[in-house]
């Protein structure tokens, strides 16, 4: 299993133990945002490093502001549609950089209307992003991966059966969002407003965010920019498995909502199907949600918990997280578990799950039963995984 560091705990040490931890993962680290031939692609980078990248060029700052409104809220991926630039530095800009997106290797699409795309990447890394339609609304969730592959190997999660590879870069990552913006043509028009079909996004794919925190910030801070993509806090949900110091300086620096994949009520179960658990057991976990700054009843923090046949369902485990969120702002998800080939447990029964539903909503929590979307697809919770793999080191 492979096991980062958490960023957190790095900062602590010496500077030769965090030499030697640095260089041991590293490995993991995604690889610089350039093409073949040397050009340097301009997604994923913020407002300084734009302008950094214009005054290199001998530019002046202000075109930084002009490319970040083409780039990330006009959605432009070509110097030459972008009016506000003369076309002598719309040519020195083709030249130098360019304006990125993963490319597509597949696409599929749900009897739902999920939608699921296997994005490729630059060094021929995969992961996968998935559109997910809210039934009763003309919008939905964009559930966006953090890293090629997982760290955490939960047993009952597809992706966790594929090692770690590596992490994904900024670019990377909001360049998921984007593209699949692109795929529903939800660009500004010139001749009106475009809808906003893809008004959420979900940080719950392949990967443990907090494992590529960094990365991760500057995506979001990238997406929450109100010059350019303009999603709200309120519109992004980041799912950890609960990687204790980074939920707090998450909570300080993204505010971002806040999901926690619990899954069980005691350690020993937890240990066992969430390895993480024994680096930062559920007290610790459940501690970290109450010191969640954004955490408050207009804003709740989501408790994930698949339920499985005869491990986790019972009447019992049920008055248990009642006792451990007591107090926390909080709604739950219960989720059905969703099979994939080779996997080693059952979903519970409907009887089971509303059993449980009902205990918890009787102590005063919401607790809503997720509809499975994209089964058919192998798009729906805890069922993405690619082929990706990471070549040999010698680690």
Known sequence: MNQLAPIADIADLTEAERSRILAKTARFNPPEPTTADGRRDLVGMDRTQLIAEMESIGEKSFRAKQLWHWIYHQGATDFSVMSSIARPLQEKLAERFVIGRPSVATVQTSEDLTRKWLFRFRDGQEAETVYIPDPEEDRGAVCISSQVGCTLSCRFCHTGTQTLVRNLGAAE???????ARDSYGEWPSPHGETPRLLSTIVLMGMGEPLYNYEN???AMKIVMDGEGIGLSRRRITLSTSGV???MDRCGEELAVNLAVSLHAVRNDLRDEIVPLNRKYPIEEVIAACRRYPAASNARRITFEYV???GINDSQEDARE???LIAGIPAK???????PWPGSPYETSSNSAIDRFAKIVMEAGFSSP????RGRDILAACGQLRTESRRERDGG
């Open 173 to 179: 990552i909001v360049g998921q969002f984007m593209a």
């Open 216 to 218: 991760v910030a500057r």
């Open 244 to 246: 204790v110091p980074m």
């Open 307 to 309: 339920m499985l046949k």
């Open 321 to 323: 997280l009642i006792r």
């Open 332 to 338: 739950v998800n219960l989720i059905p578990f969703n």
């Open 369 to 372: 039963v997720r509809t499975p």
